[in-house]
């Protein structure tokens, strides 16, 4: 996997080996399924979104300082206002959004995007088993209570990871297919309660 250079609307991670990092651009067009051209932009312009909200703007925005903005919104301000102050206005606005938005969601999609987001690496293998949906197969792989109210298991999630990529080495019965398919189910219902939570349309780019 090439490393990111540094763009207006991501945040770099540095490569390790012998762990990659999800790159969850474009998860939603599997999850969702989009069957024309509109729905795609809208699913990639939330694949923007909520990367941009919990490997950035979620932090900076505790700091009351976002001066970045996903590509999609990037694109749009610099079709109206492109100031420093109008693109820092901007980012507090959306981060702001998105905050209430992800605050007001019903159940665990909240935890899952959290998770499916939040810029991690993880063993190669399992990388290649479970694609972007990796994180999510992870936390499911935890053998209790894969979704708390906050998430802070950095560590566990580290050491089940490593015993998933043990297990998909040695070719113990990891219920690939399983796992796969829960995580699939789990990201698809909470990408389409944070779309109807946040307004998504095909207007512009995509996003209001």
Not at 100 to 118: E, N
């Amino acid at each position: 996997m090439t490393s990111r250079k540094k763009k207006p609307h991501a945040v770099p991670v540095a490569a390790s080996k012998p762990t990659v990092t999800v790159n969850p651009t474009r998860r939603t067009d599997a999850a969702l399924h989009p069957a024309s051209r509109l729905d795609v932009i809208v699913s990639r312009a939330l694949d923007q979104e909520l990367e941009w909200y919990f490997g950035y703007a979620e932090s900076a925005l505790r700091r009351e300082d976002v001066g970045m903005l996903p590509s999609y919104a990037v694109v749009r301000i610099l079709a109206t206002e492109p100031t420093d102050e109008a693109i820092r206005a901007k980012g507090h606005e959306l981060a702001r959004t998105v905050k209430a938005c992800l605050h007001g969601l019903p159940g665990r999609h909240a935890s899952v995007l959290r998770v499916a987001y939040t810029p991690r690496r993880w063993p190669r293998n399992v990388v290649k088993a479970f694609d972007t949906l990796a994180p999510v197969a992870v936390r499911l792989a935890l053998a209790e209570d894969p979704w708390p109210a906050r998430s802070s298991r950095a560590g566990l999630e580290e050491a089940v990871a490593a015993q998933l990529s043990a297990g998909l080495v040695q070719k113990s019965g990891v219920p690939v297919g399983r796992l796969r398919a829960q995580a699939q189910r789990l990201f698809g219902s909470a990408v389409v309660a944070y779309m109807a939570a946040r307004s998504l349309d095909a207007s512009g780019v995509g996003l209001r």
